[in-house]
């Protein structure tokens, strides 16, 4: 698609995607929605993609929902107080940035956040999906929504404790005051903190060591079997799921060129492909509806 609030390249196997409204800080809007969800859907159908890099242009990643959009915040109309199940199950109800997430959370290839700068609101939420996130030294994050009357969005409720554990959650969103990467790394949001020109490089690097040295297929499996078992009732669905996993991918070419590569002291050429070779149980998961389960 013809894009206008991103830009997409992608150079020896890595998919940098850049929010690309920098005269408003990348402020988020339906329309970035849609488009970030064509990229990634591009990125996990080209082989050729093996890690995404998420960034912003200018000097902030997101800086939010775009205030000044009318439907920033929400689409619906409805009455708040009303019981009525069908009010509530309409589509056009439901949270964009929770569109969004979903999204990144069954993407195939690994996502790296590379946050250049502010990032509040949905442009921190939007970044729990992601699977590594590194930030600039000025970067600023901000779970504000207690301050603008709503709460939190893009399914951060599920994201936000599994990231960063519950207690720490739930001060950065009660109190939705903006903090620093310091604070951000000290309470497990972020990996690592950068100087402004090194941000890319070092997300680069990440990228690469993933694209040079790893099988694509036992990446994008391992990327679902984590996140999909953060989940999980027992370890025991964790030991059904990991042996199918290991005798499926036991069963392929990919093995023997890591035990010969391995051998051999040379960089693996691993020949299975996501676009053809994934596992026949998978996916192992029935994807739920918008409407299923419901009041359960």
């Known amino acids: 698609m013809d894009y206008e609030t ?31 969800i064509a990229a990634f859907d591009l990125a996990d159908a080209d082989d050729a993609v093996r ?33 009525d199940p069908g009010v509530w199950a309409d589509p056009m109800n439901r949270d964009s940035g929770g569109e969004l997430v979903l999204r990144i959370f069954n993407c195939l290839k690994p996502v790296i956040a590379a ?14 999906p992601m699977d590594i996130r590194i930030a600039a030294e000025g970067a600023r994050f901000g779970f504000v929504f ?54 890319l490089p070092a997300a680069r690097a990440i990228a690469r060591e993933i ?36 005798a499926a991918r036991g069963a392929m070419a990919d093995l023997a060129e890591g035990v010969a590569s391995f051998k051999e002291k040379r960089a693996p050429v691993f020949p299975d492909r996501v676009s053809r070779d994934m596992p026949g149980f998978f996916p192992w998961w029935d994807e739920p509806g918008w409407l299923e389960d419901e009041g359960k």
Not at 51 to 78: H, K, M, N, Q, Y
Not at 166 to 175: D, F, H, I, K, V
Not at 224 to 235: E, K, L, N, T, V
């Open 51 to 83: 890690a995404i890099i998420v960034t912003g242009a200018g000097r902030g990643f997101c800086a939010g929902a775009d205030l000044d959009d009318p439907e920033a915040i929400t689409s619906a109309r409805i009455d708040p107080k009303s019981g």
């Open 146 to 199: 207690a301050r603008r009357g709503i709460v939190p969005e893009a399914a951060s409720s599920w994201f936000l404790p599994r990231v960063v554990g519950m207690s720490q959650a739930l001060e950065w969103c009660y109190t939705g005051r903006v903090f620093d990467a310091e604070e951000a790394r000290a309470g497990g949001l972020i990996r690592s903190i950068h100087a402004p020109d090194a941000l």
């Open 115 to 128: 946050v250049n700068g502010p990032a509040v609101g949905v442009g921190a939420t939007m970044q729990l």
């Open 6 to 36: 991103i830009t997409t390249e992608t150079e020896d196997g890595v998919m940098t995607l850049t929010l690309n409204r920098p005269d408003r800080l990348n402020a988020f809007t339906n329309r970035m929605k849609d488009e970030m």
């Open 211 to 246: 694209a040079d040295n790893t099988a694509p297929v036992s990446v994008a499996l391992m990327r679902q079997m984590m996140w999909r078992m953060a989940g999980a009732a027992h370890p025991i669905k964790a030991h059904r799921l990991d042996s199918r996993a290991i």
